[in-house]
């Protein structure tokens, strides 16, 4: 059973490249999430979709953004990378049930 | 919308004690609260979930606790394990529109043999 799966495991991007970090989920979820974890932080929602064709922005939106043309991806486009993006990323779904399964997450450093 | 807050950043305990981890929040009462497990390196992982309506949910060694007059919820793991250490996050409906969560910054659990 993947779950969810998340691509790269890591990278490090210089200031202003772009990258997408990959999230797929095989359990038919409808709602799919984006967060960023920074130490000591918590996990902050960056933008969520309920839907395929419907994303709306979390509470750390900027620098990203999101796409959802099927119900499985959900992947998440960094444009223009600053230091301030280096985190650990993670991807979740969910079901109707509002619980949440997450996958490995994706290092990054911007430098 | 909804801060939730988890007041101790790290916990240290005994084998074979109960841990008690605490999480508060503001605004209105949420319809349900959930806990999660986090491993260093790894993503979150789900353990229980306590609806507005349930003064008390338990599951093997983990009991949460759901009190919407003091708008909290404590998590308990009895006889620890140093298995058990780890980080906890507690999490709610980020708006009254239930389509995302808001967490925690976590209890680092720290279970010592």
């Given at each position: 059973?993947?779950?969810?799966t ?24 409808n709602?799919?999430?984006?967060y ?5 932080m ?8 309920v839907?395929?064709?419907i994303t ?18 959900f992947?998440?486009r ?5 230091p301030?993006q280096?985190s ?11 619980i ?8 990054l450093?911007?430098? | ?18 841990a ?20 260093p ?12 309506n349930?003064?008390?949910?338990r ?31 507690c999490?709610l409906e ?18 010592s043999?």
């Amino acid at each position: 059973n993947a779950g969810v799966t998340q691509t790269p495991k890591f990278r490090i991007l210089k200031i202003g490249q772009s990258m997408t970090l990959q999230c797929a989920q095989d359990m038919n979820h409808n709602y799919m999430y984006w967060y960023r974890q920074d130490p000591g932080m918590g996990l902050k929602l960056i933008y969520y979709s309920v839907g395929a064709g419907i994303t709306d922005k979390g509470e750390v939106p900027n620098g990203y953004n999101v796409s959802r043309s099927t119900t499985e991806d959900f992947p998440l486009r960094l444009e223009l990378a600053a230091p301030s993006q280096t985190s650990v990323y993670f991807c979740a779904s969910s079901s109707g049930s509002n619980i949440q399964y997450f996958g490995a997450g994706t290092r990054l450093s911007v430098l | 919308s909804q801060k939730i807050e988890q007041n101790s950043e790290a916990l240290n305990i005994q084998e074979g004690k109960t841990a008690t981890l605490t999480c508060n929040y503001t605004n209105y009462s949420p319809a349900y609260l959930q806990w999660y497990r986090q491993d260093p390196g790894r993503g979150p992982v789900f353990l229980l979930l306590i609806r507005e309506n349930e003064k008390e949910k338990r599951k093997e060694r983990l009991k949460v606790t759901f009190d919407t007059t003091l708008k909290q919820s404590l998590f308990h793991i009895t006889a620890s394990q140093p298995a058990d250490s780890a980080t906890y996050l507690c999490a709610l409906e980020r708006d009254q529109a239930g389509t995302a969560l808001i967490f925690g910054k976590g209890t680092t659990l720290s279970v010592s043999s």
